[in-house]
């Protein structure tokens, strides 16, 4: 597929690496968020259903994957940075729509409850406000195994935990990536395990109250992390949310097997192109 690359400014002196797949026949825009010790490679599987559709932005936060390269500064970056550069990302691309993943939907809420006038519509996938016993135990361990540098065990754990429901041979290209990451990435993520773990949970998730675009959680069926009825807790707060679980498939959905990945686009089309419907009819009338 092709892309248009660019290195754009955002949030003071930051610079991200983007990623930009046109689409001839659309005028909607979506950006993808990526969770904790992901790049935009992550996003492989989803392109293939999002591409078809829409014109598409990947990017890589400032200390990690190709953006690294281009930010001198080694400042620790919170998850309300990482909403403004979001924000600024947005406006860049003129994206009317955005999907994030696992971790990535704390700065995609955060970022969605300032009513960014050009968002439309949002998927949060793998994710919920409950930090669960077993999210705990994974967090508490990362934080172990990220002060120590242990790359060995960083990767040992995320394959046993939220991904042990990959295939053998996405959980070697995973085992890879996440153990041969930068100094400055494992202490960035070690930086976001202990700013969540600090959090009221009720300081950073209010502000779904305040998002008044329509939202879609996805969540997988056997995720024990972010389980589909843990995320049913922002019901009460995301008053135009939908929830629809991804049946035999854990934390990474369309990474996981085909059926995954069919089930995952099927929702994503549904709920993304339920704006163009309403669009359309309302411009007949």
Request: glycine share 4%.
């Amino acid at each position: 597929m092709y892309a248009e690359k660019a290195v754009v400014r955002v949030h003071g002196d930051l610079k991200v690496q983007t990623r930009f797949y046109p689409h001839p026949h659309s005028s909607s825009t979506i950006i993808l968020v990526n969770g904790s010790l992901a790049t935009s490679a992550a996003f492989a599987q989803a392109l293939r259903f999002l591409c078809p559709l829409f014109n598409v932005v990947l990017f890589d936060q400032p200390y990690s994957g190709a953006s690294r390269v281009h930010n001198r500064s080694q400042a620790m970056l919170g998850k309300e940075d990482e909403a403004l550069i979001l924000l600024d990302l947005i406006e860049h691309f003129r994206a009317d729509q955005v999907m994030s993943f696992s971790w990535g939907g704390v700065s995609t809420l955060l970022a969605l409850a300032q009513r960014p006038a050009r968002i439309r519509r949002a998927v949060i996938s793998s994710f919920s406000p409950v930090l669960n016993a077993p999210m705990m135990d994974y967090l508490k361990r990362g934080q172990e195994y990220m002060a120590a540098c242990d790359r060995h065990q960083i990767a040992t754990l995320v394959n046993e935990t939220i991904g042990k429901h990959l295939s053998p041979l996405f959980k070697r290209c995973n085992f890879r990536h996440v153990s041969t990451l930068e100094v400055h990435e494992y202490a960035q993520m070690l930086h976001h395990i202990r700013q969540v773990l600090s959090l009221d949970t009720d300081r950073y998730m209010q502000c779904v109250g305040n998002v008044d675009v329509p939202l879609l959680f996805l969540n997988g069926e056997l995720d024990e992390y972010t389980t589909p009825t843990d995320a049913l807790y922002f019901a009460d707060l995301a008053k135009r949310s939908e929830y629809v679980t991804i049946r035999n498939t854990g934390h990474f959905l369309e990474m996981e097997h085909q059926t995954a990945w069919e089930d995952v686009r099927q929702a994503v089309e549904r709920f993304l192109l339920a704006a163009d419907r309403v669009t359309g009819l309302r411009k007949a009338s």
